[in-house]
């Protein structure tokens, strides 16, 4: 048992604090209380139980000589013992606004001003450097869909074998699915996957499927375990790196923001936008949004283009005619090199087919 696993054991309070909150989340927010307590010499529920302006101060002491050199880290340390010290009696902790004060955290984003978001096209470049075929349906999956990074972890083939002899695929996101959900007021959401997307996933199944059970990891491991978030963050900057981009500038999450663009950029319902994304919808929309209406998702959805563009596309048959013109010529010049071989011909008719196979030749040749 990994040592955060322990401390949620040992703390019953703290198990229940974070039992519907992600994987991901679980780890991250008790590594950071246990980090915290020990640092303090105070347990968790001591902590919880203090006067907020105790609290906030011994809080504020644990994170500040980080502020500096590791702002990121503060902000998670705060993040949180926030969540944690709400948790008891919805009582917060009270720092400073971003108008300044002596307990207020501000974070640079190093992040957002070195990440580049692919353009549909760079997007295809990153998807051929799949390794295989395995790799390529989890990119296309994160693209044309654009769901978390979590969902491919807890997706089941269950979730899609019904429709594998479908054009579009429905993929109905829930809080099992995304654990993000279970702290937001989304019940689910709908997201499709189509074309070139649909079309992986379908040939994916076929060779790794065949005799699957429903409750078999839809990407699974060589030990047949759902694969982990780490890894496809792996193949996805291995992708990056091998389609000449710089890793750096891009993570997963990086690819639902290129899914978000091509939402944005289409003419569908604001309302969708927001639904295929897995937000909430602001305001009154929300109480007149039918989530139940597949058939105007499935409508708006076709609308969104995330074919891979017209000039790759073009260019593409346009080769494939030549080369097969070409392959036609060179048909020719067999079998009238053949002619010329079995047939007694005049001179005058011997030199007109070496003319005709000289000029095919030329012409094969450029």
Not at 213 to 228: E, M, Q, V, W
Request: some cysteine; aromatic content about 10%.
């Amino acid at each position: 048992m990994l040592k955060y696993e322990q401390f949620i054991q040992d703390h019953p309070e703290v198990k229940m604090w974070l039992k519907n909150k992600s994987e991901g989340t679980q780890r991250i927010f008790a590594g950071h209380l246990e980090r915290f307590c020990e640092a303090m010499k105070v347990t968790p529920e001591e902590w919880r139980r203090l006067d907020k302006f105790e609290a906030r101060d011994l809080a504020w002491e644990y994170v500040e000589p980080k502020i500096m050199e590791h702002s990121t880290v503060a902000k998670t340390d705060l993040a949180a013992l926030k969540s944690w010290y709400r948790n008891l009696n919805g009582e917060t902790l009270p720092l400073d606004s971003g108008r300044g004060g002596k307990h207020h955290l501000r974070v640079k984003h190093k992040k957002r001003a070195t990440e580049h978001i692919p353009s549909k096209r760079e997007m295809y470049q990153i998807v051929d450097m799949a390794s295989s075929l395995r790799d390529k349906a989890i990119l296309l999956l994160l693209f044309q869909s654009g769901v978390r990074v979590n969902v491919l972890e807890h997706s089941t083939y269950g979730d899609v074998k019904d429709q594998l002899d479908k054009d579009i695929i429905v993929l109905k996101v829930t809080g099992e699915l995304d654990h993000k959900l279970r702290s937001r007021d989304i019940p689910f959401y709908y997201t499709f996957l189509n074309g070139e997307g649909s079309e992986t996933l379908k040939r994916y199944c076929e060779v790794h499927h065949k005799n699957s059970r429903p409750d078999t990891p839809l990407f699974p491991t060589a030990r047949g375990k759902p694969i982990n978030q780490h890894y496809i963050w792996v193949i996805v900057k291995n992708c990056l790196r091998k389609a000449g981009f710089n890793p750096k500038n891009a993570w997963t999450h990086t690819i639902r923001k290129a899914f978000r663009r091509q939402v944005r950029q289409s003419d569908v319902d604001f309302e969708f936008k927001e639904m295929v994304m897995g937000h909430v919808i602001g305001g009154s929309r929300e109480a007149y949004f039918d989530r139940h209406n597949i058939s105007w998702f499935i409508e708006q959805y076709q609308k969104i283009n995330f074919g891979r563009e017209a000039v790759g596309s073009e260019t593409a048959r346009l080769r494939m005619e030549m080369d097969e013109k070409l392959r036609e010529k060179d048909e020719e010049i067999t079998q009238l090199k053949r002619s010329l071989e079995k047939h007694v011909l005049s001179d005058e008719q011997a030199k007109d087919l070496l003319e005709r196979i000289k000029k095919l030749e030329k012409l094969v040749q450029h």
